[in-house]
């Protein structure tokens, strides 16, 4: 059965960074593309960031780009988001996401605060 974790959540100070990561099993990982979402408090879940099945095509939404970074290792199934130049807007549950498979993970808490 399709297995998507997440780890590396957590508090961080406003212009810091974080990387957090994404494993998964149970689907042959180098055929989907991937994405990333985040749901604020309060707020509806949004997409931050997607990823080919190669890691050749990356796409950001405004609020993110230039900052965010998703990649990709398909020997180990797992993709990563870096997250540079932290804001308190960043603050949410951050979701690994397989599209093709409408499969979600569990999410990690990302918290930007001084």
């Known amino acids: 059965q399709v297995q998507l974790v997440e780890s590396g959540g957590g508090l961080v100070q406003p212009g810091g960074s974080l990387r957090i990561s994404c494993a998964a099993s149970?689907?042959?990982?180098?055929?989907?593309?991937m994405m990333w979402y985040r749901q604020p408090p309060g707020k509806e879940r949004e997409m931050v960031a997607q990823?080919?099945?190669?890691?050749?095509?990356?796409i950001y939404p405004l609020s993110v780009k230039g900052r965010f970074t998703i990649s990709r290792d398909n020997t180990i199934h797992t993709i990563y988001l870096q997250m540079n130049s932290l804001k308190p807007e960043d603050t949410a549950v951050y979701y690994c996401?397989?599209?093709?498979?409408?499969?979600w993970g569990r999410g990690t808490q990302v918290t930007v605060s001084s």
């Open positions: 990823i080919t099945t190669t890691g050749a095509t990356t």
């Open positions: 149970g689907f042959d990982f180098r055929r989907y593309a």
């Open positions: 996401r397989v599209p093709m498979l409408n499969a």
